[in-house]
């Protein structure tokens, strides 16, 4: 059973335009939410996070937002460089079993062309 | 940040052997976490080791093929054990951060093939 998901694969998006990556949770005891960057051969890179009791959490282009109601949080990148071609992982904890036991969704494949 | 290193970052292993893969911290942490990437899959939490105790093994995963080792606060390790071709994966160590925040540090990750 996938506890987080994200549907897309892959998004293409051009230099300079928004990226939205979505990522989808059925778990509702989960209440902290991170993304993460990964280039091939690499480690994940820590992106940004957000805990249940906000709804926005911002860090220079990076924004994630997250609707507890709907389960769905998203990242959004803005403007997108052709260096944040990646693949993306969101991944989800519970702080009180252990916010550092994460969860991960199966990632998006960001393409940034010039 | 933590910085993490790992080794070996990559190898091809035999079928039937062991490997053991080690991570050092830079600074001491009191939790590890082992994880596993196995090729087009998301990442899985292997065990969670403590230093002077047992390591804490997830659903699926056992001490006997993935021990796991934690003499001291900056080190450890994770052995893969009679590895076969499903055991070819990346494997990631990470730490939490230090300072304000919850924020959780993965090493490069060693990319073991098993052939």
């Known amino acids: 059973d996938q506890q987080v998901k994200q549907n897309s694969p892959s998004l293409s998006v051009q230099e300079g335009r928004i990226s939205i990556l979505n990522c989808d949770y059925t778990?509702?005891?989960?209440?902290?939410f991170l993304w993460y960057k990964k280039y091939p051969a690499e480690g994940p890179t820590f992106l940004i996070s957000i805990s249940s009791i906000k709804d926005k959490n911002e860090d220079g282009r990076f924004t994630v937002f997250l609707n507890k109601s709907a389960k769905h949080l998203s990242l959004h990148i803005v403007p997108s460089q052709p260096g944040d071609s990646a693949v993306y992982f969101c991944?989800?904890?519970?702080?009180?079993?252990?916010?550092?036991?994460?969860?991960f969704g199966t990632g998006t494949r960001l393409l940034v062309s010039p | 940040s933590a910085v993490i290193s790992q080794k070996p970052s990559r190898d091809i292993c035999q079928r039937g052997t062991s490997l053991t893969i080690q991570c050092q911290v830079d600074?001491?942490?009191?939790?590890m976490f082992w994880y596993r990437q196995q090729p087009g899959q998301s990442l899985t939490l292997i065990a969670t080791a403590n230093q002077g105790s047992e390591a804490t093994y997830e659903s699926g995963f056992v001490i006997d093929k993935f021990p796991i080792s934690r003499p001291n606060l900056t080190f450890s390790t994770l052995t893969v054990s009679n590895m076969s071709p499903e055991d070819s994966s990346i494997y990631l160590c990470?730490?939490?951060?230090?300072?304000?925040?919850?924020?959780?540090?993965f090493g490069e990750g060693s990319w073991l093939t098993v052939v």
């Open positions: 991944a989800a904890s519970r702080e009180n079993t252990g916010f550092q036991k994460l969860v």
């Open positions: 990470s730490v939490e951060g230090q300072g304000a925040g919850n924020t959780i540090y």
């Open positions: 600074s001491q942490v009191t939790m």
């Open positions: 778990n509702s005891m989960f209440d902290y």
